[in-house]
């Protein structure tokens, strides 16, 4: 008995194994369009499970792609003879389709969505039955007729799809729409979905019936997520401060979290639109009690007022963060001030030896390993700064330690081999910068990577690493905020190693420097002559990118911007500024989608 039980499982495994293979083989035979062969497969799966409607309407598609439409016909009017299924009822009318008969077809159409009558819930199997055909006018009916007949069901997410398939946008939106009042929680993907159709441009007409629907929305129904997802569209149309006023007031219908406002706030700063910023993150002070939120917004106030400084402003923004810590202490709770503090004392005050105390004592507070990590970074950058090279490198490799296989840890890692590099230990930098190739941070990858090249294509050419170690010091006192003393090293560079593999990359830096000090007109000709001399060179995108976002952010020259956009599109496919540049392109030439 135990034997014949064996037996019986080995059996039905092979069985269950041929089936699987054949249902494999006819599937493929389908998909490379060898029907006859297809057919035959289909139909060995069907005689072995004849109520199996996988296989049932695969092999009624197949028959119909052979043009067999009387053994489709017979084989759907058999199944039909049991019950009338309405996707086999659509079937029908679809092979008196394919012959040309319509009027036999649309009455199977009509057949299959008066079965709606008898169970109303039945709309997503008939209508998806119908979208597989492009039958889509029946699709919208038999969704509209569906909650027509039960106002408890919602097929508006269905709707909404279908007139996407039509190219009627005004209808995907108010069906979408439709769907996030009976489901709010639908809100985010409904962003998703609307990205596909709207651009940054406030005139498209897609961005117009947006916005033209929910302001009608607002108006006869104010609820929190209208107002929320017209904020979203003013910022893809970078309309700042009108999402601002969105954000305001649903900030004051529900008064719950300040946290919108304060992302929206660093959307505007990373935009550059620092007057913006600093309105919005005054708000969020003048109506937050929170100490965390209060200590935040004054942190980002304070960056914002350090970056448009100068340096008469610089003991006023140093009298702010000492009423801060006055008020609120050195403790746990404002670290992240504390490090910013350490940071303004070093690289804008040039008190590098007061900053890396302050700091030090900031390690004495009961940190978390990842708070400690955090201190460690910025104290090790001070020390590079000072060109305290070696204690610089403890602390980065204590962090790769002590927060092992985190993005920080990885940062440090990189911070080890440029600290490496500055010191013109060209070797053990390169060791570092290869194991970082495969960040999990794509921003660290791109970096090392940049490094690397720098490196290899520079430290063979010249035994003595010359130009390259003038180079890597420039880089340093750029690093220090020395700019000026930057750029004549590189000036040197330029002169006494022109010609060689490090020229491009000494006018790229330069230039960077140039923009830094406002200088544009000078950075404009570095850019071009690494474009005149260097285009087959690795950074010949970076400077048509650099260039071209000079033009069109600063000089306000967009057509000689859409130009440098325009040879990256053509030019340098494989280029990590590609995307950025066709859609800045399209923007500048007036396209009316993303």
């Not at 086999?88 to 969505?113: F, H, P, R, S, T």
Request: aromatic content about 12%; charged content about 25%.
């Amino acid at each position: 008995m135990k034997q014949f039980v064996c037996l019986l499982f080995l059996l039905l495994g092979c069985l269950s194994f041929s089936q699987s293979d054949e249902e494999q083989l006819a599937a493929d035979y389908y998909k490379r369009g060898e029907f006859e062969k297809a057919l035959i497969s289909y139909q060995k799966l069907y005689e072995t499970q004849p109520n199996n409607y996988y296989y049932i309407f695969h092999l009624i598609k197949t028959y119909q792609e052979l043009e067999q439409f009387d053994a489709a016909e017979s084989l759907i009017k058999s199944k039909m003879a049991v019950y009338r299924n309405p996707s086999l009822v659509i079937e029908l009318g679809y092979n008196y389709q394919l012959q040309g008969d319509m009027d036999k077809a649309n009455e199977c159409y009509e057949e299959a969505i008066s079965k709606l009558e008898e169970r109303a819930d039945y709309a997503p199997l008939i209508g998806r039955q119908f979208e597989q055909h492009s039958l889509l006018d029946y699709a919208i009916k038999t969704y509209e007729k569906g909650m027509a007949l039960d106002p408890n069901l919602n097929y508006n997410r269905e709707l909404a799809n279908v007139y996407g398939e039509q190219g009627n946008i005004e209808m995907l939106f108010t069906n979408y729409i439709a769907y996030i009042e009976f489901r709010p929680e639908f809100l985010n993907s409904a962003k998703r979905e609307f990205s596909d159709f709207i651009s940054e441009n406030k005139d498209n007409e897609n961005n117009l019936l947006l916005r033209r629907l929910l302001l009608k929305k607002i108006q006869i129904q104010p609820d929190t997520y209208w107002y929320e997802m017209l904020s979203w569209l003013f910022i893809q149309e970078k309309a700042y401060d009108r999402a601002f006023t969105q954000e305001k007031a649903l900030y004051m219908r529900q008064r719950e979290s300040l946290n919108r406002i304060i992302e929206l706030a660093l959307t505007t700063l990373s935009d550059r639109e620092s007057d913006l910023a600093t309105e919005i993150f005054n708000y969020v002070l003048e109506n937050t009690q929170n100490i965390a939120t209060i200590l935040t917004a004054n942190q980002y106030l304070l960056d914002i007022e350090t970056t448009d400084a100068s340096p008469k402003d610089l003991p006023k923004i140093e009298d702010k963060y000492n009423q801060l810590f006055s008020t609120y202490g050195l403790s746990e709770q404002t670290l992240g001030l504390q490090i910013a503090y350490g940071n303004f004392l070093a690289f804008h005050l040039n008190r590098s030896e007061e900053a890396s105390n302050f700091l030090k004592e900031s390690l004495k507070l009961n940190l978390s390993p990842f708070q400690q990590a955090t201190v460690k970074m910025k104290l090790a950058d001070i020390l590079v700064f000072q060109e305290k090279f070696n204690e610089g490198l403890i602390y980065y490799t204590q962090i790769q330690s002590n927060v092992k296989n985190s993005v920080l840890a990885q940062e440090a890692r990189f911070k080890v081999a440029k600290t490496s590099y500055y010191k013109g230990d060209f070797e053990w930098a390169e060791s570092q910068l290869k194991i970082l190739k495969s960040s999990t941070s794509q921003l660290i990858a791109n970096d090392a990577l940049d490094l690397k090249l720098l490196i290899s294509d520079n430290k063979y050419e010249d035994s003595l690493h010359v130009g390259l170690k003038l180079y890597a010091k420039a880089d340093l006192m750029a690093f220090q905020n020395k700019p000026d003393e930057a750029i004549s090293l590189l000036d040197k560079v330029l002169t006494e190693h022109k010609g060689e593999s490090i020229e491009d990359q000494a006018l790229f830096k330069q230039a960077e420097l140039f923009v830094q000090k406002k200088q544009y007109e000078k950075a404009v000709s570095n850019y071009e002559s690494i474009i005149a001399h260097y285009s087959d060179g690795i950074l010949a995108d970076d400077a048509y990118y650099h260039l071209a976002e000079l033009y069109n952010n600063i000089l306000s020259e967009p057509e000689k911007a859409k130009a440098l956009y325009e040879k990256i599109i053509f030019n340098h496919q494989d280029s990590i500024y590609f995307v950025e540049a066709r859609k800045k392109f399209r923007m500048l030439r007036g396209d009316s989608i993303n």
